[in-house]
């Protein structure tokens, strides 16, 4: 069964953005801010958003107190993280769902966000969007990317048409999204974080990973049993990788196809989630629909 | 030996006054599984395989080691993957797969020396046959990516297995080779020729004192969570883990750490020992990230009862010494120094 979808934002609503991993400084969220308020939207910035220490956007008691603050008031009806970077697996065990159950509302990221989406996912019956966080408006002035949060976030059923790549396996599926980042999916395994994957579409990103270590948490993946439950699998963007010395001598894509083959279920390559600019909005615990043809691909919310 | 019984009474009593807080002696019951075997021990004219399950090697890189091993007196069988290369590794996984299941299965190869490192053994490794080797066990040499050897056979098929340098370690020059490097390939023929293990290791200021018994098992920290969920995956309790790192920024190894932690494997441990860590400088794009590894192992296991070491002669480096993975240990963690002793099971 589908996750429930928190309430569509509507002009007047507060909106919260905080950063519960990397540092940011605040005048990146600006472009972000004021998109919101042009949709009427009132912003809130959390106290983490500008705070550096060291690495992190304030310590983890603060990075907490701040979520948790987003989480817990009830005037606030979605929250956009500000960046990813790394820290929500030291924050994610003292977060408190319990508030958040009975009072849904729509939370924001990916990256190191990830971890934050299979939790949700695994203890609650919440969906959450996979997106682009304030940070991409200052990244990406004029891309038509980072607003794809927008209609996620007003009761848009989304939908997106990408062209077909070679690699794909033509297919169609239907079930529930779950993904995000690969490191951070493999991060989850074993842990309380582990989304559940039966029968669900899969969609994967990574950024600046050496190839045979993509390979390797793919494999991990693979040999902890999600690709025997998957009804598909959306392969998003693989950028900056690296490459050994001596060299891998295949593209991380061709290695994903390789380790696929025995399945069943479509796959398609290069669609636009991850981080690079083509990163769009998906809502993970929807139900999706994938149609994976030739010319085109289709990704649509059921 | 009356020095050492003296200490210890004094220390014992001191814990009945503080309630134990000096004194962390943990020896956890081991779960289910049954004994671990140790394989024979080679005897003089055996034969020892090389085989390159992960990386890509050349017959000219592996001589020195070939060489010396002759010098003890062993004989060496080269595999099929010396000499290949497919990519970053040693050959197809066909190929790899292959060489390595003839190693297992030949009665004539006594040990089973890994080439080298680097990746490819979780590409292979549910595709090996164990069942032969599970009847006629023989020594497996590695570390590194070798390490999902070692989880995998602890876990399964319950056979101790030899954590050390490969060939690719062994110094070109052995005469002149400096006592560091020698003394830990020593090490090797040590562990394959049956003498017990032990070692005495310097004490350091993060230490947590105590003492504990158990099966030895780790390794790459990061092949380790990639094992994680995996039929390969190492289960700890009543263990003593050590583990090693090279090339990851201190980012990673914390969220590494947050993992073990988070899937339990640091809750019951008999023993921790942190061995080398040669960590990557952090991003220049990003601020210092501000725990050191100490730090970063400490905090996650604070209300740990059990002892701790850190810079345990194991590793990316050149003092890595050989461990027998598998095989009861004792690890003794005192205010002055840090002892490792192989318990030996007649």
């Keep these: ?302 | 030996m009356t020095a050492c019984m003296e200490r210890k009474k004094f220390l014992t009593t001191t814990s009945l006054l503080l309630g134990g807080a000096f004194i962390r002696t943990k020896t956890w019951a081991s779960p289910t599984k049954k004994s671990i075997v140790r394989p024979p021990y080679l005897q003089p004219g055996d034969t020892i395989g090389v085989t390159s399950p992960s990386g890509t090697i050349t017959l000219e890189e592996i001589k020195p080691a070939v060489d010396l091993i002759k010098s003890w007196g062993f004989a060496i069988e080269i595999g099929k993957t010396v000499g290949q290369k497919d990519g970053i590794f040693g050959g197809t996984d066909a190929a790899r797969i292959a060489d390595f299941q003839y190693m297992l299965d030949n009665p004539n190869i006594k040990a089973i020396l890994c080439a080298r490192g680097g990746y490819g053994v979780v590409r292979i490794i549910d595709q090996i046959d164990f069942s032969h080797f599970r009847k006629h066990p023989k020594w497996l040499i590695g570390f590194s990516d070798i390490t999902v050897f070692h989880a995998h056979i602890h876990h399964h098929q319950r056979v101790a297995t030899i954590h050390s340098k490969m060939c690719n370690s062994f110094p070109d020059d052995w005469p002149n080779a400096d006592a560091l490097k020698q003394d830990t390939i020593h090490s090797i023929r040590k562990a394959l020729q049956g003498e017990r293990l032990q070692y005495n290791v310097a004490h350091h200021p993060s230490n947590k004192i105590g003492q504990g018994k158990g099966e030895l098992i780790g390794g790459n920290l990061r092949t380790l969570e990639n094992l994680a969920g995996t039929n390969s995956d190492i289960e700890t309790d009543g263990k003593i883990l050590f583990l090693e790192e090279v090339d990851e920024p201190l980012y990673n190894i914390d969220r590494m750490f947050w993992n073990f932690k988070r899937t339990g494997k640091l809750d019951r441990l008999a023993g921790l020992i942190i061995c080398g860590f040669k960590t990557m400088p952090d991003d220049p794009e990003e601020q210092h990230f501000s725990l050191n590894l100490q730090q970063i192992i400490l905090e996650k296991t604070k209300d740990a009862d059990y002892p701790i070491c850190f810079d345990f002669p194991v590793g990316h480096q050149v003092n890595n010494y050989a461990l027998k993975c598998g095989c009861k240990h004792q690890l003794d963690v005192t205010p002055t120094a840090t002892t490792l002793s192989e318990l030996f099971i007649s």
């Excluded at chain 1, 019956?125 to 996620?152: K, L, R, W």
């Excluded at chain 1, 582990?194 to 494999?219: H, N, Q």
Aim: aromatic content about 8%; overall charge neutral.
């Design chain 1, 1 to 302: 069964m589908a996750k429930k979808q928190p309430e569509a934002l509507q002009a007047g609503d507060k909106v919260a953005i905080v950063c519960p991993a990397g540092q940011m400084d605040e005048k990146r969220i600006q472009n972000c801010v004021q998109q919101l308020q042009t949709l009427s939207l009132e912003v809130i910035v959390g106290n983490t958003v500008g705070q550096k220490e060291n690495y992190f956007s304030g310590s983890d008691t603060e990075r907490l107190d701040d979520l948790q603050k987003a989480l817990d008031d009830k005037t606030i009806k979605a929250i956009i993280c500000g960046r990813g970077g790394y820290g929500i697996s030291r924050i994610i065990d003292q977060l408190d769902l319990h508030y958040f159950k009975k009072h849904p509302k729509w939370i924001v990221g990916y990256s190191d966000i990830t971890l934050l989406h299979t939790h949700i996912n695994r203890h609650t019956s919440i969906a959450t969007i996979h997106g682009p966080m304030a940070g991409a408006f200052d990244s990406y002035p004029d891309s038509e990317y980072p607003s794809t949060i927008f209609p996620a976030l007003m009761d848009t059923s989304l939908k997106y048409k990408i062209e077909s790549h070679e690699l794909n396996r033509i297919g169609t599926a239907e079930g529930e999204l779950i993904g995000g980042n690969l490191c951070l999916l493999a991060h989850s395994i074993g842990s309380t974080s582990e989304p559940e994957t039966k029968g669900k579409i899969l969609f994967i990103e990574e950024v600046g990973e050496y190839i045979y270590s993509a390979d390797r948490m793919f494999l991990q993946l693979k040999r902890a049993g999600w690709l025997d439950r998957i009804a598909g699998l959306v392969v998003g963007t693989f950028s900056d990788m690296k490459d050994t010395t001596t060299p891998f001598e295949m593209d991380i894509y061709s290695a994903i196809k390789k380790h696929v083959k025995d399945y069943k279920f479509p796959v398609v390559f290069d669609f636009p989630v991850g981080h690079t600019e083509r990163n769009v909005a998906l809502k993970i615990g929807a139900k999706y629909k994938l149609s994976v043809k030739s010319p085109s691909v289709v990704l649509k919310e059921k």
